[in-house]
Structures are given as structure tokens and as C-alpha cells.
């Protein structure tokens, strides 16, 4: 049974940083496309980054480019997300997921799996 934990996410002031851990058991990570994901109060959720399969690319919704890293560990089978300069409109619970065919990108409906979600609040 596949399963993605995340974990590292709380409350955070305007401009300070938090990583985000996604752990994945039941799948071998490295074979896989990774994103992460997240959904404010009353909205929608939304596209945050990507990775593709062979960790070679990266891509960044606009409102995090710069700021937000996202990476893996294969050996631990954890990804990750660095969140740096965090602003009040980054308030959200931020989801993991896997796309396990490879081909990644910012539609939800391409991943397979899903993690339960962490929340983070910054603060202004």
C-alpha cells in the first residue's frame, strides 16, 4: 500500500522559511514524476512545483518562483519543498503527490498519489 506522510509544516512569520517532508513508502520513489501542491481557505488547489522523474527539471507556479525549492532524496525516499521569503498569501495546506506514469506537471488529475497534507500559517 502506497502512502506519503508529510510533515515540517506550523506557524511561520512573514519572511521566514520552513521545509516541508513528504515520505513515500509501498512505491520506489526514484522511478516517479513528484509535486507539491496546495489549497488555501475557500479556494482551490493549486499547482506549487514540480519534479520530473530523473530529478533533471524543475517548475515553479509564478507566485513561489524564487522562493520555493523543491528536491529529493531517493536514497530516503523523501521529497521535499524549501519555502524561503514566506508570505501571508502562502497560508495553505500543502499536499505531496506522485505521479507514477512519470509525466509530473502542474495538473492535479496526473498524480496517483496523495499525501494527508500539512498546514502552514504565516503570519504578517
Known amino acids: 500500500q502506497v502512502q506519503l506522510v508529510e510533515s515540517g509544516g506550523g506557524l511561520v512569520q512573514a519572511g521566514g522559511s520552513l521545509r516541508l517532508s513528504c515520505a513515500a513508502s509501498g512505491l520506489t520513489f526514484s522511478n516517479y514524476a513528484l509535486g507539491w501542491f496546495r489549497q488555501a481557505p475557500g479556494k482551490e488547489r493549486e499547482f506549487v512545483a514540480g519534479?520530473?522523474?530523473?530529478?533533471?527539471?524543475?517548475y515553479y507556479a509564478d507566485s513561489v518562483k524564487g522562493r520555493f525549492t523543491i528536491s529529493r532524496d531517493n536514497a530516503k525516499n523523501t521529497m521535499y519543498l524549501q519555502m524561503n521569503s514566506l508570505k501571508p498569501e502562502d497560508t495553505a495546506v500543502y499536499y505531496c503527490?506522485?505521479?507514477?506514469?512519470?509525466?509530473?506537471?502542474?495538473?492535479?488529475?496526473?498524480?496517483?498519489?496523495w499525501g494527508q497534507g500539512t498546514r502552514i500559517t504565516v503570519s504578517s
Open positions: 519534479l520530473s522523474w530523473s530529478g533533471g527539471r524543475t
Open positions: 503527490a506522485v505521479d507514477k506514469r512519470g509525466r509530473g506537471g502542474a495538473m492535479d488529475y496526473v498524480y496517483d498519489y
